[in-house]
């Protein structure tokens, strides 16, 4: 099992940035692909993107041009770099560990609790 733990979420104005953290523990981070999620207040909790153990990334198209999904292996983190955030996009960021690249919330067993991201206008 994985334990995945969050932060970095915090109140922003429009057009800043925030680095998200996820760090790892209780087994073998490099074993595992790391997803991004955020649920936005009415919405369903949204894929981001994903970064695989291999280090290969996906971002979905709209944020492609914003967000940065990386890792370090040698301090179990990954990371989420979030440029130009708009109001929008407040919500609760997720991170989840997979052992393989994957799009779908359901195809993640381990989860961490979120960090809230707030962006005022």
């Known amino acids: 099992q994985v334990q995945l733990v969050e932060s970095g979420g915090g109140l922003v104005q429009a057009g800043e940035s925030l680095r998200l953290s996820c760090v790892a523990s209780g087994s073998t981070f490099g074993d595992y692909a790391i997803g991004w999620f955020r649920q936005i207040i009415g919405n369903e909790r949204d894929f981001i993107g994903a970064i695989s153990s291999t280090k290969r990334t996906y971002l979905v198209d709209s944020l492609k041009d914003r967000f940065t999904i990386s890792r370090d292996d040698a301090k179990n983190t990954a990371y989420l770099e979030m440029n130009n955030l708009k109001p929008d996009e407040t919500g609760v960021y997720y991170c989840?560990?997979?052992?393989?690249?994957?799009?779908?919330?359901?195809?993640?067993?381990?989860w961490g609790q979120g960090t809230q991201v707030t962006v005022s206008s």
């Open positions: 989840a560990a997979n052992p393989y690249l994957a799009g779908a919330s359901r195809e993640y067993a381990y």
